[in-house]
């Protein structure tokens, strides 16, 4: 784990987070072996935080690596005040397929997501778990082996009304939004991913390193973005026709030819 020189301001809106963000719904059913559990996929839990982490100056930014099985995601949460805290998750895959890979890094960006901010999105199992892998199943057909192999549940207590979603903060309209810098993030790393050509023919997408990205970013938009302590980008600090360009200039494909020029690619 690695973090800004200072953490005070982060730790508060942390604190007001967590005090406030509700319960992740786990409305995806998945089975290990004989066994079903509940859990919330990455986009139900962004749906339910994302508010909560616009309204206290959070943005999390996660960019993830490939080594043939390997996958490393790194996470980073940040503030406003520009403080900030990052972790490393590696995990192995099965195979190196993409469609593996793929989900790895989602698996990953899951439960790396849930840990930094310090909320659940499955049920405790006391790591019985553990390096299996996840099948969300159909809903009804999930609720029907359940009922077989369960007891009739308990009476559920009635669960109080959601809280109501507070509108983001935004006071500096030049400024991005947590939820602005989160869309810009996610944008490059879904659109930083090139084909590879197998050895049987086939051609298999693969996202670039983190490193690459670093390297074409800065080719575009100079050092002024970087943090010179760690060398890593400092979205926060962009503006929005910054960003604006930034986003375009990634989903549009035109960081391949810059990439070309720079080396990263051939």
């Given amino acids: 784990m690695t973090s800004s020189e200072t953490m005070t301001n982060l730790i508060k809106a942390l604190h007001g987070f967590q005090s406030e963000v509700p319960a992740v719904p ?31 100056g959070l943005a999390v ?7 043939g099985q390997i996958v490393t995601v790194e996470t980073v949460l940040m503030h406003t005040s520009g403080e900030w805290i990052s972790n490393i998750l590696t995990i192995t895959g099965k195979d190196s397929a993409a469609q593996t890979i793929g989900s790895v890094i989602t698996y990953g960006r899951r ?17 019985k778990t553990a390096g299996e892998k996840h099948q969300p199943r159909n809903q009804q057909e999930a609720a029907g082996e359940l009922s077989k192999r369960t007891a009739p549940p308990a009476k559920q207590e009635q669960k109080p009304p959601a809280k109501p979603v507070p509108e983001p903060v935004h006071e500096d309209p030049n400024t991005l939004t947590p939820a602005e810098l989160t869309d810009l993030t996610s944008t490059i790393q879904k659109s930083a991913i090139i084909n590879e050509m197998q050895d049987d023919g086939s051609m298999k997408p693969v996202p670039i390193t983190t490193d690459n990205i670093k390297a074409i970013i800065r080719a575009v938009m100079g050092e002024n973005i970087f943090n010179p ?9 962009m503006n929005r026709e910054s960003a604006a360009k930034l986003k ?14 720079i080396g990263v690619l051939k």
């Fill in 26 to 56: 786990r409305d995806v059913t998945g089975q290990v072996a004989q066994r079903l559990y509940q859990y919330a996929d990455l986009s139900g839990i962004l749906r339910t935080i994302q508010p909560f982490m616009a309204k206290h």
């Fill in 61 to 67: 930014v996660q960019l993830p690596t490939v080594d």
């Fill in 111 to 127: 439960y790396a997501l849930g840990a930094i901010l310090g909320i659940a999105t499955e049920e405790d199992d006391d790591g």
């Fill in 229 to 237: 302590k760690t060398g890593k980008v400092n979205f926060a600090a």
């Fill in 248 to 261: 375009e200039f990634f989903s549009s494909g035109n960081w391949q030819q810059t990439a070309i020029d």
